[in-house]
């Protein structure tokens, strides 16, 4: 069965700082995706990002970028210079050979102004 | 573009009732899936359909119904609602659903339910 943890139940940083949110799965697939889902206070599930299990490429979208780690099961998501807009409820996702997606129980992370 | 909605956007029942939540999407995407959202357990599969009439148990199917006779609606029923099924419930849909998950999965916007 597939597991993803999310060790950081909560994070808080100061406006400006870079925070990195730690995702790690446990999977017997060798073909899978990997997803991040962001969740504002307003509570919607907004899609951030998909990776598969073949492509270890390191990924940057502006002030987002994503460090996929196939030998330690990780895909862990850095926040460069954080903002108050940044704060939100993040999730990991995990999609094998099932059809559902697995997520992580959620890092809350708060941005302090 | 609407996307995929859900309602109503909150609803409050009483335990025992027959609630329906309703789903619609607009980009005739194949699959469909019933999460819910618990505080300590994140979010749960329900219940998924990978096209009209084709429907299959998730991870917390029990108490549940649902049906989809067209492809762009995915409605789920709680029979006789209880205090436990108070929860946030997100309807997503994703283009197909193959093995291998190639892919990704687009949320409504929850619906709160509240249960007394």
């Known amino acids: 069965a597939q597991k993803v943890t999310q060790a950081q139940t909560e994070i808080s940083v100061v406006e400006k700082e870079d925070v990195t949110l730690d995702c790690v799965y446990e999977?017997?697939?060798?073909?899978?995706?990997l997803f991040w889902y962001k969740q504002p206070p307003s509570g919607e599930l907004v899609f951030l990002i998909r990776?598969?299990?073949?492509?270890?490429q390191n990924e940057i979208s502006g002030r987002y970028s994503w460090n996929f780690q196939k030998s330690t099961s990780s895909f862990n998501f850095t926040i460069t210079a954080s903002q108050v807009v940044d704060s939100a409820v993040y999730f990991c996702?995990?999609?094998?050979?099932?059809?559902?997606?697995?997520f992580g129980s959620g890092t809350q992370l708060t941005v302090l102004p | 573009d609407a996307g995929i909605t859900q309602s109503p956007r909150y609803k409050i029942t009483e335990t025992g009732r027959q609630v329906t939540l309703m789903c619609h999407q607009t980009?005739?995407?194949?699959?469909m899936f019933w999460y819910r959202q618990d505080l300590g357990h994140g979010l749960r599969l329900i219940y998924y359909?990978?096209?009209?009439?084709?429907?299959d148990k998730g991870e917390v199917p029990d108490g549940y119904v649902v049906s989809r006779s067209k492809t762009e609606n995915f409605p789920l029923t709680l029979e006789s609602a209880t205090r436990s099924q108070t929860s946030v419930y997100f309807c997503?849909?994703?283009?197909?659903?193959?093995?291998?998950?190639?892919?990704?999965?687009?949320f409504g916007p929850g619906t709160r339910l509240t249960v007394l």
């Open positions: 359909s990978a096209a009209a009439d084709i429907t």
């Open positions: 990776r598969n299990s073949f492509d270890e």
């Open positions: 999977t017997r697939d060798t073909t899978y995706y």
């Open positions: 997503a849909s994703s283009e197909t659903g193959t093995s291998g998950g190639t892919d990704t999965q687009y």
């Open positions: 980009w005739s995407h194949s699959y």
């Open positions: 996702a995990f999609k094998g050979s099932a059809r559902q997606l697995t």
